[in-house]
T-cell receptor, first 111, second 113 residues
Framework: GENVEQHPSTLSVQEGDSAVIKCTYS??????FPWYKQELGKRPQLIID?????GEKKDQRIAVTLNKTAKHFSLHITETQPEDSAVYFC??????????FGAGTRLAVHP | ETGVTQTPRHLVMGMTNKKSLKCEQH?????MYWYKQSAKKPLELMFV???????ENNSVPSRFSPECPNSSHLFLHLHTLQPEDSALYLC????????????FGPGTRLLVL
């Protein structure tokens, strides 16, 4: 069945460092890859997304890359700040009536 | 933040109670979803509705019963729940089901005693 694997499950960085979270997907029909940020006690919110006709997308300090051949995509956060601390979820969609979510990465940015 | 709303925000119920969770979206979307989020677990998709028709049921126990009377409203009826059903229940909506951005509600935190 369809599956999205996300690594690492936890990530701890110093303020100002970069953070990278990686996901792989199994369904070759997937064509939409969003990333969500969920702060403690809050709802998941979309921070960036990419479609399969694009290899990279950037929005200020965050960027996402997609390798369709290898079926993996990554989130890159540069110059991390304490407010970046949250759980990040990747997802893949397009092949079915739903998004398939990864298990999440808990990012801690230490001042 | 007001695109998808959920009530109640918190709910405590006994195992013999019957309660309902409500979700409303003000985005003009055609698809709505129920997710369960337990501590230290990934988002678990429960149900998907497209234009008020259920298109996905992820092997959810019958003690959870969804209802979608129109494309703006989604309910989750609960009865004879178990303590392990305690979790955050999130509603989401998207323009169409599948490869589209989903917008989440704030969730209902449920505690089953």
């Amino acid at each position: 069945g369809e599956n999205v694997e996300q690594h690492p499950s936890t990530l701890s960085v110093q303020e100002g460092d970069s953070a990278v979270i990686k996901c792989t997907y199994s369904d070759s029909a997937s064509n939409y890859f969003p990333w969500y940020k969920q702060e403690l006690g809050k709802r998941p919110q979309l921070i960036i997304d990419i479609r399969s006709n694009v290899g990279e997308k950037k929005d200020q300090r965050i960027a996402v890359t997609l390798n369709k051949t290898a079926k993996h995509f990554s989130l890159h956060i540069t110059e991390t700040q304490p407010e970046d601390s949250a759980v990040y979820f990747c997802a893949a969609g397009g092949g079915y009536n739903k998004l398939i979510f990864g298990a999440g990465t808990r990012l801690a940015v230490h001042p | 933040e007001t695109g998808v709303t959920q009530t109640p925000r918190h709910l405590v119920m006994g195992m013999t109670n019957k309660k309902s969770l409500k979700c409303e979206q003000h985005l003009g979307h055609n698809a709505m979803y129920w997710y369960k989020q337990s501590a230290k677990k990934p988002l678990e998709l429960m149900f998907v509705y497209s234009l008020e028709e259920r298109v996905e049921n992820n092997s959810v126990p019958s003690r959870f019963s969804p209802e979608c009377p129109n494309s703006s409203h989604l309910f989750l009826h609960l009865h004879t729940l178990q303590p392990e059903d305690s979790a955050l229940y999130l509603c989401a909506s998207s323009q169409e089901p599948g490869g589209e951005t989903q917008y989440f509600g704030p969730g209902t935190r449920l505690l089953v005693l």
